[in-house]
């Protein structure tokens, strides 16, 4: 067995434990297709542990939150379909918009294509900027016209004042937040597993992540947050008339660590008047303005059937 097979079989065992658990416990009410089930987070459709196997239609695949280029690590899985619909295309727009901020920055470890113009010539090449800050542009022969470059270079003196054009990347301001919305609801499966997101109010999640091309969830849904490490997880907002679910991540990338937060509905409370109500908040304090539940690093809430039930006796009490 390679590790990734060893890794799909631990998580497949595990959450298909979590769902046979509280189909026992009556927490869930399930009709399950196979005596051991998976059943993939973004289109419900079940599958048995014959579908490891990577070379059938569909197959169960590692599943990156977030993704894998910012620092997330493969701790769940999803069916081929979905990774293939809402994986690798929609979060390419995170990373590269987390780059791009990167660059305005002028943070070190990054390198960016740009046009560089002397007198009305221009050439293409890169400019990179190393550990410690230090400026470098470059040009390469093979993306220049040689006459220009040779032009370029002969003009291009050490006070001469060069017109610089940064390429704009092909960020989908849409894409990038569809990929944040998929980071915090597979974040939250992925920590209380299936005694949640069953529930069809997380359907609207769901239909998102399949259709990244229309707009179905409340777009302002995250923010950025200025939030300490201990509260990094998926904690439950607790401010009476708030209450949500919060998954709070890092996005690290070669030069930077940016902290995003996300609100996913629970399934008593309509997202909209959540969202505008924590928004009005933010308004007035300028601070993270609410409490959240005490972390507990140690309860498993896929197997701890006590943790499981005050949990779902807290949201049912909201109604
Ligand atoms: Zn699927």
Redesign the pocket.
């Known amino acids: 067995m390679t590790d990734s097979e060893k890794k799909r079989k631990l998580i497949f065992d595990r959450y298909a434990e979590n769902l046979l658990f509280l189909k026992k416990e009556k927490i869930i009410d399930i009709e399950l297709k196979y005596a051991s089930t998976y059943i ?6 079940h599958f048995p542990v014959t579908a490891l196997d990577q070379s059938i239609e569909n197959p169960l695949t590692l599943e990156d939150a977030p993704p894998k280029s910012l620092g997330g690590k493969a701790n769940i899985l ?2 081929k ?3 293939n619909t809402c994986g690798h295309e929609i979060d390419k727009h995170l990373t590269e918009r987390m780059q791009e901020l990167d660059f305005h920055k002028f943070l070190p470890n990054i390198e960016f294509s740009a046009k560089f113009e002397i007198n009305g010539n221009a050439i293409q090449g890169k400019i990179s900027i190393d550990e410690n800050g230090t400026l470098t542009a470059y040009h390469m022969d093979k993306n220049n016209h040689p006459v220009k470059l040779q032009d370029y270079i002969k003009t291009a003196k050490k006070d001469t004042l060069i017109n610089l054009q940064i390429d704009k990347k092909q960020v989908n301001p849409l894409n990038l937040q569809i990929a944040l919305l998929k980071t915090g609801y597979l974040l939250t499966f992925e920590k209380y597993g299936y005694s949640l997101i069953l529930d069809k109010s997380y359907e609207r999640i769901r239909q998102q992540l399949r259709n990244p091309l229309e707009i179905i969830y409340p777009l302002d849904f995250w923010f950025k947050a200025p939030l300490p490490k201990k509260v990094y997880g998926v904690p439950f907002i607790i401010e009476k008339g708030l209450e949500a679910i919060c998954p709070i991540f890092p996005l690290k990338t070669n030069a930077s660590e940016r902290v995003f937060g996300t609100i996913i509905p629970l399934t008593t409370k309509p997202i909209e008047e959540v969202i505008s109500r924590l928004k009005e908040k933010f308004k007035v304090q300028k601070r993270f303005p609410v409490r959240f539940d005490p972390m507990n690093g140690d309860v498993d809430y896929l197997t701890d059937l006590e943790a499981i039930i005050k949990m779902k006796t807290w949201i049912n009490n909201l109604k």
């Open positions: 993939c987070p973004i289109c419900l459709d999803t069916c379909k979905c990774n």
